[in-house]
C-alpha cells in the first residue's frame, strides 16, 4: 500500500519535473544566464541552510527540503520542489541516515544527474542512538542516531564537507568561499567553548525529551537524555509510569518537546511531577541563535 503510494507521488513528480524541464529550455538563452547567476543549491534540513549560505555569501541560493515544522522523518517533497532541484547545481545531503533522505535520495538523484552530491556526514563519527530503558526485555542495538548536527563539532565537519563541494563546483571563487567557512567555523568554535562553560557548573546533567533529537548534544556536553519516545513510537502506559519515576527519582522539572511532535506525553509527565513542559527546535533555521538559546533554556532549568 505505502509503496504504491510512494510510487504514484514520484510518477506525478517525474511528470511535472519534465514539464518544468521543457519550459526552461524553450525560454531564450539570455534568461538563462541570468538564473544561472546564483548557485542552486539544495539541502534536506534548515540548520543546514545557515550553513550554506554562511559559506556561500550572496553566491548560492538554497532550497531547503523538509520545511519549518515538518517532521523530518515522514516528510515528502512537493512538485515545487522538485523543479528547484532539477535546476540545483549540489545538493548537501546529512547523509547520516534521516528518513527522508533513506526513502528520497535516490530519486532526488535521478531528477538531476549532474548535480553535485555533497555527504554532510563525511568524517563524523555516527554514534547509537540513545535508549534509557528496556522495551518488553529487548533492546534493540546498532540503531545509528541521525542527528549530527546538534554536535557543535559536527556542525564544524558538515561546514567543511559544504565548503569543499562549493568550491569543486566554482573553483573560480575558491579564496571567498574558504574566507567565509573560516570566519563562520571561528563562530561555531565560540559558542562551543561557550556552552561547554555555561554547562559545566550543572549537577543534575539529566533531562527528559520527547523525541532523541539531542543525543550528539548530550555526549558533546556530558548529559544525559532521556527519551520518552520508543523506537520512534509514543510510550505505551507502563513505558510513561516508569518514565515518570525517572523523572522523580532524578529530580527532573522540565520535559523538553520538539514542536515537530506532539507533546501529549510530555504533558502527562510533567503534569504527574509537577514540572512544565520547554519546547526546544533542533530544527530551527538560525542554527547558532537556536543553540545560543537552548543554551538559555537549559540553564534557565537545570541546575
Ligand atoms: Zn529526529
Given amino acids: ?34 538564473i544561472s547567476k546564483k548557485i542552486g543549491v539544495v539541502v534536506t534540513i534548515l540548520p543546514q ?25 515522514i516528510y515528502e517533497p512537493t512538485p515545487s520542489q522538485m523543479t528547484a532541484l532539477a535546476k540545483a547545481e549540489m545538493y548537501a545531503k546529512v547523509g547520516s541516515g534521516i528518513e ?29 542512538m540513545i535508549g534509557e530503558y528496556e522495551h518488553d526485555g529487548e533492546h534493540e542495538h546498532g540503531v545509528m542516531d541521525p ?42 568554535a565560540e559558542l562551543d567553548q561557550i556552552i561547554r562553560n555555561g554547562l559545566s557548573g ?19 556536553y556530558n548529559l544525559t537524555m532521556i527519551p520518552i519516545e520508543e ?26 518537546a520538539e514542536p515537530q511532535f506532539n507533546p501529549q506525553s510530555a504533558e502527562v509527565i510533567a503534569g504527574a511531577i509537577g514540572g512544565r513542559v520547554v519546547f526546544i527546535n533542533p530544527l530551527a533555521q538560525n542554527y547558532i541563535a537556536n543553540l545560543r538559546s537552548l543554551l538559555d533554556e537549559l540553564l534557565q532549568v537545570m541546575e
Avoid at 505505502?2 to 524553450?26: D, F, G, Q
Avoid at 543534575?204 to 548534544?217: A, E, I, L, Q, T
Fill in 1 to 34: 500500500m505505502e509503496r504504491n503510494r510512494v510510487t504514484t507521488a514520484i510518477s506525478i513528480v517525474l511528470a511535472l519535473v519534465l514539464a518544468a524541464a521543457l519550459a526552461v529550455s524553450a525560454m531564450s538563452c539570455e534568461r538563462k544566464e541570468e
Fill in 49 to 73: 541552510a545557515e550553513f550554506v549560505e554562511s559559506v556561500g555569501g550572496e553566491r548560492v541560493e538554497v532550497n531547503v527540503m523538509v520545511p519549518p515544522g515538518a517532521n523530518v522523518h
Fill in 100 to 128: 527522508f533522505e533513506l526513502v528520497w535520495i535516490d530519486k532526488l538523484v535521478a531528477v538531476n544527474k549532474k548535480m553535485l552530491i555533497v555527504d554532510c556526514s563525511k568524517g563524523v563519527e555516527l554514534q547509537e
Fill in 147 to 188: 542527528h549530527i548536527w546538534m554536535s557543535l563539532l559536527n556542525a564544524q565537519i558538515m561546514v567543511r564537507n559544504i565548503c569543499d563541494g562549493l568550491v569543486q563546483v566554482d573553483p573560480d571563487n575558491k579564496p571567498y568561499y574558504e574566507r567565509n567557512r573560516d570566519a563562520y567555523l571561528q563562530k561555531l
Fill in 202 to 220: 550543572l549537577t543534575n546533567r539529566r533531562f527528559m525529551v520527547y523525541h532523541p533529537s539531542f543525543g550528539y548534544f548530550a555526549r558533546e
Fill in 231 to 256: 523506537e520512534g513510537k509514543e510510550p505505551t502506559a507502563a513505558g510513561l509510569v516508569h518514565l515518570i519515576e525517572q523523572a522523580k527519582e532524578h529530580d527532573i522539572k522540565v520535559i523538553f
